[in-house]
């Protein structure tokens, strides 16, 4: 006995040896190394480095801090991923419990008759215990491969909460933008209105052609349409926000206000790429399949070595109940299975080998994109800056002119027309400053997005290194 267990634990230390389990040690896929970013010196940063966890309330408005609450408690995009994370949660569970034992019990009776034969009857009571035993840590080494999805679940919801926050921040944005369209339009409308009345008058009275009351009852019809417009897309705006605060489209009223008066330009977030890799969201949930798809690999190794289980049996059966639970019989079958040629595990090993370096790649891609995302919004937010100098110079300038020529009418010097034209000058000028405040919101928006939002930084390491 003692010759045949020394014998078997020769064959499993020799198989053992023969299977190529080695594992290099777990670590971050390389990328391309960043020290700056190229845009950042002609902004104004914050005086903070980290970005704050509730990052939205720099923009000082409490109705935009009530919606971004309102989203977060009630988005379903968000709810779908809070419940994935249970998903990843429970499937822990169940890798763990690969390497307990299991149990079955059983119960059974069988009734014969054959023609010349008594009746018999049999009862029958069984159970039977199965264990593998998870020498080699394949198991284990499953479970932590689920702990690495799970960590990327969780990365993943906070993706979503960055991206809900930021598309609450820039419809709930557009909204103000177009409120304030709205306004100026309309009073560009009415003011459109009187002069087409004042036209009216003077083609009675011989003074003004028909075709000048054309050209200004045209322009009446223009701006009239260019507001319904802007109200449609406000409505489109507003039915979008109801979505994201999780309501029915068109039960949300959104009180009309001022875009320039409520909400105020934040100082830009300082980060660094470095920090970036660890703070952003996508970007630690793609290292967590990394490791994931690694914990696999080596799950597939381990597969390849010899494994032991032990069954264990024992029932008892009758040709009476009455005397049913009077005898026993037990039984204890050990076993090893020794994979000596099996191709499915070799080529699930390469299989995961295979995966690994598509996730390692799709980690690389995550980056390349998280770093282009922080280059655009800081060229975006420089170039809406500067922008908006110029745009501010421009409305000081026509309205001076629009000032000037409204007086020069007045006293006969120049026509209406001219008067109409330069307000329509103006209105665009205005409209354009207005549209450039909107941008520079989103752009720091955007940026704080990009930066990783506020979340902590989250190393990835291996669990079977600690």
Same mark, same amino acid.
């Given at each position: 006995?003692?010759?045949?267990?020394?014998?078997?634990?020769?064959?499993?230390?020799?198989?053992?040896?023969?299977?190529?389990?080695?594992?290099?040690?777990?670590?971050?896929?390389?990328?391309?190394?960043?020290?700056?970013?190229?845009?950042?010196?002609?902004?104004?940063?914050?005086?903070?480095?980290?970005i704050v966890?509730?990052?939205?309330?720099?923009?000082?408005?409490?109705?935009?801090?009530?919606?971004v609450?309102?989203?977060?408690?009630?988005?379903?995009?968000?709810?779908?991923?809070?419940?994935?994370?249970?998903?990843?949660?429970a499937q822990i569970a169940e890798a763990r419990a690969g390497a307990l034992p299991t149990l079955d019990a059983g119960a059974g009776a069988s009734f014969e008759k054959s023609t010349g034969q008594p009746f018999v009857k049999q009862f029958n009571l069984a159970t039977q215990t199965n264990w593998d035993i998870d020498i080699w840590g394949k198991v284990e080494k499953g479970v932590q491969a689920q702990q690495a999805a799970f960590s990327a679940t969780e990365a993943d919801w906070r993706a979503g909460y960055l991206k809900l926050v930021a598309d609450v921040s820039t419809t709930y944005f557009q909204i103000l933008q177009f409120d304030e369209q709205i306004d100026q339009q309309r009073g560009a409308l009415a003011k459109?209105?009187?002069? %087409?009345? $004042?036209?009216?008058?003077?083609?009675?009275? #011989? !003074? /003004? =052609?028909?075709?000048?009351?054309?050209?200004?009852?045209?322009?009446v019809n223009r701006l009239g349409t260019d507001l319904i417009e802007l109200q449609r897309l406000r409505a489109l705006a507003a039915n979008a926000l109801a979505t994201l605060i999780g309501v029915p489209a068109g039960d949300l009223h959104v009180a009309p206000g001022r875009l320039q008066e409520r909400v105020r330009v934040p100082?830009?977030?300082?980060?660094?790429?470095?920090?970036?890799?660890?703070?952003r969201p996508d970007v630690v949930a793609a290292e967590y399949r990394v490791l994931e798809a690694y914990d696999l690999t080596g799950q597939a190794k381990l597969a390849q070595l010899?494994?032991?289980?032990?069954?264990?049996?024992?029932?008892?059966?009758?040709?009476? %109940?009455? $005397?049913?639970?009077?005898?026993?019989?037990? #039984? !204890? /079958? =050990?076993?090893?299975?020794?994979?000596?040629f099996d191709?499915?595990?070799?080529?699930?090993?390469?299989?995961?080998?295979?995966?690994?370096?598509?996730?390692?790649?799709?980690?690389?891609?995550?980056?390349?994109?998280?770093?282009?995302?922080?280059?655009n919004a800081l060229v975006n937010l420089d170039a809406h800056r500067r922008q908006r100098a110029e745009l501010q110079q421009q409305v000081d300038q026509l309205r001076l002119v629009a000032t000037t020529t409204d007086a020069q009418r007045k006293e006969g010097v120049v026509s209406q027309l001219e008067v109409f034209e330069t307000e329509r000058s103006l209105l665009g000028a205005q409209l354009a400053l207005l549209a450039n405040q909107q941008q520079i919101l989103s752009d720091t928006v955007t940026l704080y997005k990009a930066l990783g939002g506020g979340w902590p930084p989250v190393e990835v390491a291996d669990a079977a290194r600690h």
């Open positions: 006995m003692r010759t045949f267990s020394a014998w078997i634990v020769a064959m499993l230390l020799l198989l053992a040896g023969c299977a190529d389990t080695r594992m290099r040690p777990y670590a971050q896929p390389s990328v391309p190394a960043r020290t700056a970013w190229a845009n950042s010196a002609s902004l104004p940063l914050s005086k903070t480095e980290l966890p509730d990052w939205w309330r720099e923009f000082h408005d409490p109705y935009l801090d009530g919606l609450s309102r989203a977060l408690a009630g988005n379903f995009d968000l709810a779908v991923l809070a419940a994935r994370i249970g998903v990843a949660d459109n209105r009187d002069i %087409l009345a $004042t036209y009216r008058a003077m083609e009675q009275n #011989g !003074l /003004l =052609p028909h075709t000048r009351v054309l050209q200004q009852s045209a322009e100082e830009v977030p300082a980060g660094l790429p470095a920090q970036l890799l660890k703070r010899p494994s032991i289980s032990l069954t264990g049996r024992g029932g008892t059966s009758s040709f009476a %109940l009455s $005397t049913l639970l009077k005898s026993f019989t037990f #039984g !204890l /079958l =050990p076993s090893i299975n020794f994979p000596i191709p499915g595990v070799k080529a699930h090993v390469h299989t995961s080998e295979a995966q690994t370096r598509v996730a390692e790649q799709a980690y690389r891609q995550t980056v390349m994109a998280a770093f282009e995302d922080v280059e």
